[in-house]
T-cell receptor
Framework: AQRVTQPEKLLSVFKGAPVELKCNYS??????LFWYVQYSRQRLQLLLR??SRESIKGFTADLNKGETSFHLKKPFAQEEDSAMYYC?????????????FGKGTKLSVKP | NAGVTQTPKFQVLKTGQSMTLQCAQD?????MYWYRQDPGMGLRLIYY???????DKGEVPNGYNVSRLNKREFSLRLESAAPSQTSVYFC????????????FGEGSWLTVV
């Protein structure tokens, strides 16, 4: 079965420290991986997707098929990065596709 | 550019009452979704509609019904609300139901007492 695991519920770092939000997935096919971010009391929005291989707000994520991981990284955390981060897996289920989310990691960046 | 709009934003219901959450998107997307967000549980899919005229159950469909009224609108109905349905509900849409980028509404905070 398809699954997304984010092992950390809460990650707390100081401003300027490196950040790594972990995401592991389980899927036998070719996955599409995404990171979504939700700032306080705002809607979820796409942060980045592995296909585009871009860096958004200093965040990057590399798909590692061998380790089935898609960890989100940023070398120097900023206070405005404090938010809830969700890893998501896009997959094809029969004739229709779907997107499943991990349980999320709350990132807190302290001054 | 409104994107995905859902109403109401806040609602308090008594156990057993019914209500409908409305959702509309103006991006000409084919697929629409309803998720609920609960602390420690992340986002869970309730129902989705891959295209106009079709609806399918997600991970947690019990206690809910949906209607894909047209390409723009996808409503979620609670026939007999229960305290376990206290949650934040998000409507979302995507161009296709194939792992495309999903766009979310602002959320509806529902409390059942």
């Amino acid at each position: 079965a398809q699954r997304v695991t984010q092992p950390e519920k809460l990650l707390s770092v100081f401003k300027g420290a490196p950040v790594e939000l972990k995401c592991n997935y389980s899927y036998s096919g070719s996955p599409e991986l995404f990171w979504y971010v939700q700032y306080s009391r705002q809607r979820l929005q796409l942060l980045l997707r592995h296909i585009s291989r871009e860096s958004i707000k200093g965040f990057t994520a590399d798909l590692n098929k061998g380790e089935t991981s898609f960890h989100l990284k940023k070398p120097f955390a900023q206070e405005e990065d404090s938010a809830m981060y969700y890893c998501a897996l896009g997959y094809y289920g029969g004739s229709q596709g779907n997107l499943i989310f991990g349980k999320g990691t709350k990132l807190s960046v302290k001054p | 550019n409104a994107g995905v709009t859902q109403t109401p934003k806040f609602q308090v219901l008594k156990t057993g009452q019914s209500m409908t959450l409305q959702c509309a998107q103006d991006m000409n997307h084919n697929s629409m979704y309803w998720y609920r967000q609960d602390p420690g549980m992340g986002l869970r899919l309730i129902y989705y509609s891959a295209s106009e005229g079709t609806t399918d159950k997600g991970e947690v469909p019990n206690g809910y019904n949906v209607s894909r009224l047209n390409k723009r609108e996808f409503s979620l109905r609670l026939e007999s609300a229960a305290p376990s349905q206290t949650s934040v509900y998000f409507c979302a849409s995507s161009e296709l139901a194939s792992g495309n980028t999903i766009y979310f509404g602002e959320g509806s905070w529902l409390t059942v007492v």
